[in-house]
């Protein structure tokens, strides 16, 4: 298994209301087949693609809960980083809690309100596949208040943030792992800024992305199993790709790469 520097994407899953259905949607869409779900973890369910781990769904135990994809990111110490959550002024949503064998996990907001988590592996590392059609391939952090979340990230998991024109007056940068270059290059995701082209109601979020082979058969076929297109497909120097809901209510994007690996995509 491969594992992971600290605050870089190391698994991602999402929060349904309806598991089976869930599966039904990913199974088709990305070919993913699973595992047993997990009862002593509500019921937590792995995807597979090819007998890789690529996902994981799980069904929500509160309706009033988001419908969500959420993103993980890695660290050797979960305790450590829900300490600099604090002291960076996020907020500490659940953990750090042992989950068996499989590792250790939290759940933090920053302070903009993005959710996203960290996990600190045990027997679970993380992906076995991704930057491949039908993995994870990228993320990206949208927010309105970058004064404080750039900060934020930094202290938190060391990230270099490198500006990057977007040619659409978006205000974008790119997260590289600490003790990297802050460049394209070295980048495992992305940091938005929310402007006026986003509804006022629409909270700050993590978007993630997913590799197919192609943009517009992928989001064929999620019209076809009952989401729909919100943005795209459009055309980008790192692939083509497409912002879409699934047919639960659950935001993702998926892209045709241009490149083997994935690189800032907004």
């Not at 990111?73 to 068996?100: C, F, K, N, W």
Request: hydrophobic residues 40%.
């Amino acid at each position: 298994m491969a594992s992971f520097a600290e605050g870089v994407p190391c698994w991602a899953d999402a929060m349904l209301p309806d598991l089976e259905a869930g599966k039904r949607f990913y199974g088709e869409l990305f070919g993913w087949t699973f595992g047993p779900p997990d009862e002593q973890s509500g019921r937590y369910t792995q995807a597979f693609l090819d007998g890789d781990a690529v996902a994981g769904l799980f069904p929500k135990t509160d309706g009033r809960m988001p419908t969500t994809w959420g993103v993980y990111l890695a660290t050797p110490d979960a305790a450590a980083v829900a300490g600099r959550v604090r002291e960076a002024g996020g907020q500490v949503i659940t953990g750090p809690v042992s989950v068996g064998d499989a590792g250790v996990m939290g759940q933090a907001a920053d302070p903009g309100g993005a959710v996203f988590g960290f996990w600190q592996a045990g027997e679970h590392q993380g992906f076995e596949r991704q930057g491949r059609p039908g993995s994870y391939a990228w993320m990206e952090m949208y927010t309105r208040d970058k004064e404080a979340v750039d900060p934020f990230y930094e202290r938190v998991f060391g990230y270099g943030i490198q500006p990057i024109d977007t040619g659409d007056d978006l205000e974008f940068a790119t997260w590289s792992p600490a003790g990297k270059p802050a460049n394209e290059e070295t980048a495992i995701g992305g940091r938005c800024v929310m402007d006026s082209r986003f509804p006022a109601e629409m909270p700050p979020y993590f978007l993630l992305y997913f590799a197919v082979e192609d943009c517009d058969e992928a989001v064929r076929d999620v019209s076809r199993l009952g989401g729909r297109c919100v943005f795209g497909p459009m055309d980008t120097p790192y692939g083509r790709i497409a912002t879409v809901v699934d047919d639960q209510g659950a935001s993702f994007a998926v892209i045709a790469l241009a490149e083997p690996e994935a690189g800032p995509v907004t």
